[in-house]
């Protein structure tokens, strides 16, 4: 009797509990560039998000209308400030609304569908690009389902300006829960 409920048990939840710890989190490979306005201000960072092949599917499934998906998705993110946080020493640089966003259908390295999301991240109060020696960034998800992560550290570009000046250097944390940024990520820069 206990094999024959053991057996019911493990097929019915076994499929469930792999579909639910999936659905758990999604993987979402970013890539940041650093922009400077014409007053020599480091202004905005505009970013691609690559999210995993079955959050992709998911998603997909419950919006197929790609543009309807878009809206809902920077809905979403802008009530999280798009799981993007910058410091420059101990000034944080609030980054928390867009200009423009484009969602779409692409492969990823193993050619299987994947969902590319960009924008362009506005800084409230841009920076004197002189004053930078530091910038933190954390991509940190609070509600503990997304995690981002750099796959190199040119990853992290940044605008022409900056680059005689500054370098990224990218981290990976030994250990980190779900939701947080698993990679220390900085730009430092010369003065």
Not at 11 to 33: D, G, M, N
Request: charged share 30%.
């Amino acid at each position: 009797m206990f094999k024959k409920l053991l057996v019911f048990v493990l097929l019915f939840t076994l499929p469930t509990i792999s579909v639910l710890a999936h659905t758990e989190h999604e993987e979402i490979q970013v890539k940041s560039s650093f922009e400077v306005n014409s007053r020599q201000q480091l202004s905005a960072i505009s970013m691609v998000w690559l999210y995993d092949t079955f959050s992709s599917e998911d998603m997909l499934q419950h919006e197929k209308d790609i543009n309807r998906l878009a809206k809902v998705l920077i809905s979403d993110l802008s009530r999280f400030n798009f799981y993007t946080r910058l410091n420059s020493g101990d000034r944080r640089l609030v980054a928390n609304r867009i200009n423009k966003y484009k969602l779409r259908k692409v492969k990823d390295k193993d050619n299987n569908l994947a969902l590319e999301l960009s924008f362009t991240l506005l800084i409230n109060k841009p920076i004197d690009i002189s004053k930078i020696k530091n910038i933190k960034i954390d991509h940190s998800d609070p509600t503990g389902r997304g995690i981002l992560f750099y796959d190199k550290a040119e990853d992290i570009s940044l605008a022409t300006v900056l680059k005689s000046k500054c370098r990224s250097k990218l981290k990976e944390k030994a250990e980190f829960i779900e939701g947080q940024f698993p990679q220390i990520a900085n730009v430092t820069c010369r003065t």
